[in-house]
């Protein structure tokens, strides 16, 4: 089955900075991966997924960058702020990342 | 249209009582999934079902545990027997289609069931 590891665990910036939020996939099978965002006391919601047939996808201040061959894939955010303090998952398949706490300093 | 629900939103039972939790999909979804979030740990998954039958149910972590899912629609989360580490919150989610073939497969999660064992 899938096995998907995320780093880091937690991620502190100061607002405006940029942050980048990395898993790797085990299942080359995979093709679908999707980033999910947790406010505290909320359901995951779903902010950009990439399909393994493009290397890159960005809405706004966030991107996804995916490598195949390494079976890698990143979240990256830009100019961030408050608001985007929450847990972030990433996917493949069923199984989900154990996830990144990212704080942002006013 | 509604989203997916999830009852009872709050359970507490005793060690060793039987517990059902219910989860209704978005209309049409045909994937659905069960995941069991511990407080501040991450989505343990659980079982997927496809349809009625279940490809994957490698997560269930005993044999107290098991869920059905009639009519392409609502399923059942049963734990048996319950101990204290099954305390969590249940996550139920859907999606319009399963894991294979690439496609844009988007999870809509519930607002979970909190079970608490005393």
């Known amino acids: 089955g899938e096995n998907v590891e995320q780093h880091p665990s937690t991620l502190s910036v100061q607002e405006g900075d940029s942050a980048v939020i990395k898993c790797t996939y085990s299942d080359s099978a995979s093709n679908y991966f999707p980033w999910y965002k947790q406010e505290l006391g909320k359901r995951p919601q779903l902010i950009i997924d990439?399909?393994?047939?493009?290397g890159e996808k960005k809405d706004q201040r966030i991107a996804v960058t995916l490598n195949k061959t390494a079976k890698h894939f990143s979240l990256h955010i830009t100019e961030t702020q408050p608001e985007d303090s929450a847990v972030y998952f990433c996917?493949?398949?069923?199984?989900f990342g154990a996830g990144t706490r990212l704080t942002v300093k006013p | 249209g509604a989203g997916v629900s999830q009852s009872p939103s709050n359970k507490v039972t005793e060690k060793g009582k039987d517990v059902e939790l219910r989860c209704d999909p978005i209309s049409g979804h045909t994937a659905l999934y069960w995941y069991r979030q511990s407080l501040g740990q991450g989505l343990e998954f659980l079982i997927y079902f496809q349809g009625n039958s279940a490809p994957d149910k490698s997560g269930l972590p005993s044999d107290r545990f098991s869920a059905e899912r009639t009519g392409g629609s609502v399923s059942t989360l049963t734990i048996q027997r319950t101990q204290q580490e099954d305390s969590a919150v249940y996550l139920c989610?859907?999606?319009?289609?399963?894991?294979?073939?690439?496609?844009?497969?988007?999870?809509?999660f519930g607002p979970g069931t909190r079970l608490t064992v005393l």
């Open positions: 989610a859907s999606s319009r289609t399963g894991t294979s073939g690439g496609a844009r497969n988007e999870q809509f």
């Open positions: 990439i399909r393994s047939n493009v």
């Open positions: 996917a493949a398949k069923v199984r």
